[in-house]
């Protein structure tokens, strides 16, 4: 029970959002000796999250549902959020006096609409040890652990390792753990087609059909390639898939074109087009296609319309490459093979727990990859704990 443990010593390595909220957790219990080692500043990770606004949680309160937003974790995620979901993250939020909003889209922000206050109100609260020095090793002893810093020895009994994405997989690997290569998520995506004609230009309603399912999110051409919320979500399902591949976008849902044409048989096609997409599109569509952007709807032939429609219905890209953009994630880490998701705890190193974005675990824009964070923190910590 927690009252034995108070002699166990408990280090925290990283000081990110799981890390910190894990030290939190573990302070509420009662336990209190605990230490925690960071390279950098303390929860410094927090402040560029959701634009300085910090997007801390999305309103999705059924545990299933909200385990479906992760592309990697969703089945091993489903005890994690049973045992502490979106509800208990806000009761959370609420105890360290973070009052929360939720935006229509579902995004859940502190109502200051600052990451700095939020922050501040978790360095206020933390009571343990802070040690700034980066650990370079750790080793299973037969009791307990030794942590080793760029400065000093020392010796625990359980260990937390929460060093986020960012930080190599070395301290893990060295312990025999298996772990996923590491890869970008969330990010731009590069074309082999030169889309810069088009920067700055945003598409809303855009889809991509994947399996059985449909996603429907809004694109922005860049000058590099293509990006905005729906780019995000396919670079995430695609993280790990080999470059080049092609990806199938609808501009519009299908729609009887010949219809169209027929109505506006003295209208241009570009402007036809521009009643369905942005003009420059429109420009650029026919452009490729070697069709006369001042062609009257009637001089549209059989063939010219299919080739429009399948390129405003089913329009096929090339990807080449990930651009770094707003929100960066990493997909890869631990392997949760080697995880117990009942309580975090590495399977066979005993004492030894993992939370955050260092498990094979990320998810989509829009506050997932910060759940992530205080869910496996909360199991971790309430696993210590009871230990
Ligand atoms: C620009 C940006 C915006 C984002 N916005 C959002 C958002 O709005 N909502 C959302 O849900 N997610 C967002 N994310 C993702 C989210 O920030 C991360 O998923 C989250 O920070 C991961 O937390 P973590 O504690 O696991 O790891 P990290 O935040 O990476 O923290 C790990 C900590 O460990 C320290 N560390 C690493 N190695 C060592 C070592 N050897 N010794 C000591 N310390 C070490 C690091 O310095 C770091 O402080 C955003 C990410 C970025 C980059």
């Known amino acids: 029970m927690a009252q034995e443990l108070i002699s166990k010593r408990i280090a925290i390595v990283g000081a990110g959002p799981a890390g910190c909220a894990c ?27 959701g634009g300085g606004r910090c997007n801390l949680a999305f309103a999705e309160f059924d545990f299933k549902e909200l385990a479906k937003n992760y592309p990697r974790g969703e089945k091993f995620l489903y005890s994690v959020f049973s045992r502490f979901g979106v509800k208990e993250t806000l009761d959370f939020f609420d105890s ?4 929360t909003y939720t935006q229509p889209n579902g995004r859940i922000f502190p109502v200051s609409n600052s990451s700095k206050d939020v922050r501040q109100k978790f360095l206020k609260t933390l009571k343990c040890e802070l040690v700034k020095e980066k650990v370079l090793k750790i080793e299973k002893l037969d009791s307990g652990y030794k942590i080793e810093t760029e400065k000093s020895k020392y010796f625990f009994d359980v260990v937390v ?51 059985k399912e449909i996603i429907t999110d809004d694109l922005l051409f860049t000058h590099k390639g293509i990006s905005g919320p729906l780019i995000y979500k396919i670079s995430s399902i695609f993280a ?15 729609f009887d074109f010949q219809n169209h044409l027929d109505k506006n048989s003295k209208k241009n096609i570009k402007n036809l087009l521009g009643e369905f997409i942005p003009k420059s599109l429109a420009e650029f569509l026919l452009n490729d296609l070697e069709v006369d952007e001042t062609a009257l709807c009637h001089q549209i032939n059989g063939k010219m319309r299919d080739l429009i429609y399948k390129n405003l219905v089913s329009y096929e890209i090339e990807i080449v490459g990930k651009i770094p953009d707003s929100e960066v994630v990493i997909s890869g880490g631990v392997d949760l093979k080697e995880i117990n998701p009942k309580t975090m ?30 869910s496996t923190a909360f199991v971790s910590a309430d696993a210590i704990a009871n230990l």
């Open 23 to 49: 030290a939190l957790f573990l302070q509420k219990s009662g336990v209190n000796n605990i230490a925690i080692f960071e390279s950098k500043d303390f929860l410094k990770t927090l402040l560029p999250t």
């Open 96 to 99: 360290i006096g973070v009052k």
């Open 161 to 211: 390792i929460s060093i986020g994405g960012h930080g190599g997989l070395d301290l893990v690997k060295n312990l025999g753990i298996n772990t996923i290569d590491q890869t970008q998520s969330l990010s731009a995506l590069k074309t082999s087609k030169d889309f810069s004609i088009l920067s700055g230009v945003s598409l809303k309603n855009v889809s991509f059909k994947i399996g």
């Open 240 to 254: 790990r898939k080999t470059m080049p591949y092609n990806i199938c976008l609808s501009f519009v849902e299908d």
């Open 345 to 374: 705890e590495c399977k066979k190193l005993p004492q030894l727990y993992f939370c955050g974005e260092i498990l094979d675990i990320d998810g989509f824009c829009g506050g997932f990859n910060l759940q992530n964070c205080w």
